[in-house]
């Protein structure tokens, strides 16, 4: 990825925490169709073209903001993977009693 003069990150630290944050929230929703869920995904995606637009565009001009936000999206992975096994939302399942014929095999 593109870096400005002096080669500090794109990115600030605080900014992928927060970035982070909102990717955990949508991306991992239990229930992806929810208010937060939206909310969150368009929080990220907002703070994502924001940054884009102030520190990328101008000087990387081969870099396009889909590009940049696949970048932040693998680096929020990075940065949840780090802290906690990404979490698998599975539905919950409840399991019907065996009948009495599948008991007995």
Do not use: W
Not at 14 to 29: N, P, S, T
Not at 60 to 87: H, S, W
Request: aromatic share 8%; proline share 8%; with cysteine.
């Amino acid at each position: 990825m593109c870096r400005p003069g002096d080669h500090e990150p794109v990115v600030s630290a605080a900014e992928l925490d927060e970035l982070a944050k909102l990717f955990a929230e949508y991306e991992g929703a239990p229930v992806p169709f929810s208010i937060e869920c939206k909310e969150a995904k368009r929080r990220f995606n907002s703070l994502t073209q924001d940054i884009y637009v102030q520190r990328v565009q101008a000087k990387c001009m081969t870099v396009t903001l889909e590009q940049f936000r696949g970048y932040v999206r693998n680096e929020c992975r990075k940065r949840i993977a780090d802290v906690t096994p990404y979490p698998c939302i599975l539905p919950e399942v409840t399991l019907a009693p065996k009948s009495e014929s599948e008991r007995l095999d």
